[in-house]
């Protein structure tokens, strides 16, 4: 598949690394990888994987549109980063967004009192990084590894920088992850401007023989959410004023003129402001395969609200991983449901029939607050000698994540309900997102968990679905709408179907701290949809 100029996607055929390559180069510890050109860093260093990622904004032109957003280095989606267990990860952000209030971005609008929580969309150029999927020390809060739990986010003022820098266990699970903004009350407006970036680690899963001769394809979808800006109305910006209602400029949920849908970097598709407008396809990218070769694709659902039901014409998807750990063995499936949030890694066999195949998102109703009546992503054409690569049997046992969880050995229990709040005063919007009743505050903990233990939490959605994200440890999915799965699905990030529940069990291994859970509908986060989680 083609890449965007300038794009910090890897690309085996493109950049002229090849797996092979990379996996003796990690062994030798060559560290982490920003490609060249893509504004990221690169160092050879013993045991220190080393980047820097510089918050500024960009222009580039989005589906004939000409757009300015915050992004990392310039490009969209950030630079990939790789790494290995055992590495340590240290990342330096510099932030150059401008103050907060002024015209050039940052909602046109100051801060807020200290005495006081501001529980609406503030400071819009304030940023700090997650690393999802990432199980290492808890990280959001100040200082780093935390169990304060009074403790403030970690907040990266506009001219300030600031070094994030955790080792990765021996046994940490290996696949695909990803980083993006987590400050609360400018996530949803950083992440929907393009602020997200990749990491791969690597590991047992890709010494398999079948995986390790198949050629990777990786797949990022975003969403980038643009109104014509004030100052030029060629330009499409997101640039919400604070203290504002969403009638007067301010923040909103929906509504925006454009909502396009990237993959890759590349504009794919786009809806516009109507509710439940039709989602518009742009075209799609082509990647070629021979018949009866065996690719590996990398999924990132980095929308900020989109579920995706994925299918592939004419194909099973042989999952062999979800939020970056592997599973048992290859799941053959028509369709599979991406939350927002999720990663999902996936084997193809191509038809021994030559012609176009469609990789698509399936019609999503009834869900949540947008519908989608679907769209392609990527179109596959088999064309070429046939050739018979071999799928896997078995894959490495992630040894960090099982075995799986007994009842036996839940210590605790906890239920989340996920509620929207109509009407909430204290919001501009007039609405709020609720996890028990409550919106996020900073300094309260709600949940308090022991390291070294499992517990069992039901997690109910209500009025419409809602992504679950637990940071620092991944998941065991056991059950959804009552109904216990045949296999545990070990996730970071689940999908709470509408007026349904979800069942998971956890294993707090090895960090303590203070985190947190949340909505990953970024705009649902940012309007109170998240609580604190201190590990003891």
């Known amino acids: 598949m083609s890449k965007p100029q300038n794009s910090p996607l890897p690309n085996s055929r493109a950049d002229g690394i090849s797996r092979r390559d990379f996996l003796v180069g990690a062994a030798a510890g060559t560290g982490l990888l920003a490609l060249a050109g893509c504004g990221g860093s690169t160092a050879f260093r013993p045991d220190v994987d080393e980047t820097t990622l510089t918050v500024r904004y960009a222009e580039r032109t989005l589906g004939g549109v000409r757009v300015r957003t915050r992004t990392y280095n310039g490009t969209i989606p950030g630079p990939t980063m790789r790494t290995a267990p055992g590495r340590t990860m240290r990342v330096k952000v510099i932030n150059q967004l401008p103050p907060n209030g002024t015209s050039n971005g940052g909602g046109g609008g100051g801060g807020h009192a200290a ?215 290859p799941m053959p499936q028509q369709v599979v449901e991406v939350a927002p949030g999720n990663r999902l890694e996936f084997l193809v066999k191509a038809s021994l029939t030559p012609g176009t195949y469609t990789l698509k998102q399936n019609p999503v109703t009834g869900q949540q607050f947008e519908d989608s009546n679907g769209m392609p992503l990527a179109t596959i054409t088999v064309l070429g000698d046939p050739m018979d690569m071999a799928l896997p049997t078995s894959l490495p046992t992630p040894t960090r994540e099982y075995p799986v969880i007994q009842s036996s050995d839940i210590a605790a229990t906890h239920n989340v309900r996920l509620e929207t709040l109509v009407p909430y005063a204290n919001h501009l919007t007039g609405i709020a997102f609720t996890m028990n009743g409550q919106i996020y505050s900073e300094t309260r903990v709600d949940h308090t968990s022991a390291r070294g233990t499992c517990e069992e939490w039901t997690i109910e959605a209500v009025r419409e679905g809602h992504p679950f994200h637990l940071h620092v440890n991944s998941f065991q999915v056991i059950e959804v709408n009552g109904q216990p799965l045949d296999t545990p699905l070990v996730k970071d990030t689940v999908w709470v179907p509408k007026d349904g529940s979800v069942k998971i069990r956890v294993r707090f291994v090895e960090f303590a701290g203070k985190t947190v859970y949340h909505c990953h509908i970024l705009n649902h986060e940012d309007l109170g949809m998240m609580q604190n989680l201190l590990i003891v």
């Not at 809060?141 to 300030?160: H, L, R």
């Not at 004419?314 to 939020?323: K, M, N, P, Y």
């Open 115 to 329: 005495e006081v929580e501001n529980t609406n969309p503030h400071n819009f150029n304030t940023t700090n990084v997650h690393f999802h999927g990432i199980q290492a020390r808890p990280h959001l809060f100040e200082p780093q590894g935390t169990t304060n739990p009074s403790a403030k986010m970690v907040s990266i003022e506009p001219g300030e920088s600031y070094t994030y820098e955790f080792r990765l266990p021996n046994d940490h699970p290996c696949g695909l992850h990803w980083y993006h903004p987590h400050h609360h009350g400018s996530t949803a407006v950083q992440v929907a401007g393009g602020m997200a970036g990749l990491i791969v680690i690597t590991g047992p899963i890709d010494q398999v023989p079948e995986i390790a001769a198949a050629r990777e394809e990786f797949l990022a979808l975003q969403t980038v959410r643009l109104d014509p800006s004030a100052d030029d109305p060629d330009l499409y910006v997101l640039e919400p004023l604070e203290g504002k209602t969403p009638a007067e400029g301010g923040f909103k949920l929906h509504g925006h003129a454009k909502l396009m849908y990237l993959l890759n970097g590349e504009a794919i598709a786009w809806r516009g402001p109507e509710h439940n407008a039709p989602v518009q396809s742009l075209g799609t990218a082509n990647i070629e395969m021979r018949p009866g070769e065996v690719v590996r694709f990398r999924m990132l659902n980095g929308t900020d609200e989109q579920l995706m039901p994925i299918e592939l014409d004419g194909h099973e998807l042989h999952v062999i991983g979800w939020d970056g750990v592997n599973t048992l063995a």
